[in-house]
C-alpha cells in the first residue's frame, strides 16, 4: 500500500492542524491498523497515535492525549489527524503508517509497521 501525508503547515502555539494519509494501491485500507509517528531534529521517531482497522479502537502516547484526535474513514482510504492546543515541542516531521501483519492497535515501534508515507511537516511557532 502507498500512503501520502498532507495537512502539515506553520501554526502558532494554541493552534489546530489536521494531517490526512490517504492509502491507495495494494490491499484494503481496512485490512491495516494505521498510525502516525513523528520526528523531530536529532531525535528518533516516536510513535503518536494508532487506530485500529475498524476505527472504534485507538492507542495514544501521554503526550499527546487529550490534544490529537485519531480517525479514519475506510471508504475514502484515509486516516486522519486532528491536532490541537499545540505547543513548540510537537514541532516535527509526521509520518503516517500501516501495519498490515497484525490485528494489534497497540503497536508503537516504527519496527512494528510495514508502510510509510513520506512525511509532511509541522511547524509550532512560540
Known amino acids: 500500500v502507498q500512503l501520502q501525508a498532507s495537512g502539515g503547515g506553520l501554526v502558532q502555539a494554541g493552534g489546530s492542524l489536521r494531517l490526512s494519509c490517504a492509502a491507495s494501491?495494494?490491499?484494503?485500507?481496512?485490512?491495516?491498523?494505521m498510525g502516525w509517528f513523528r520526528q523531530a531534529p536529532g531525535k528518533e521517531r516516536e510513535f503518536v497515535v494508532s487506530?485500529?482497522?475498524?476505527?472504534?479502537?485507538?492507542n495514544y502516547a501521554d503526550y499527546v492525549k487529550g490534544r490529537f484526535t485519531i480517525s479514519r474513514d475506510n471508504a475514502k482510504n484515509t486516516v486522519y489527524l486532528q491536532m490541537n492546543s499545540l505547543k513548540p515541542e510537537d514541532t516535527a516531521v509526521y509520518y503516517c503508517?500501516?501495519?498490515?501483519?497484525?490485528?494489534?492497535?497497540?503497536?508503537?515501534?516504527?519496527?512494528?509497521?510495514?508502510?510509510w508515507g513520506q512525511g509532511t511537516q509541522v511547524t509550532v511557532s512560540s
Open positions: 503508517a500501516a501495519n498490515g501483519g497484525s490485528r494489534s492497535w497497540t503497536r508503537v515501534r516504527p519496527s512494528e509497521y510495514d508502510y
Open positions: 494501491s495494494g490491499g484494503t485500507f481496512s485490512s491495516y491498523v
Open positions: 487506530i485500529s482497522r475498524s476505527g472504534g479502537s485507538t
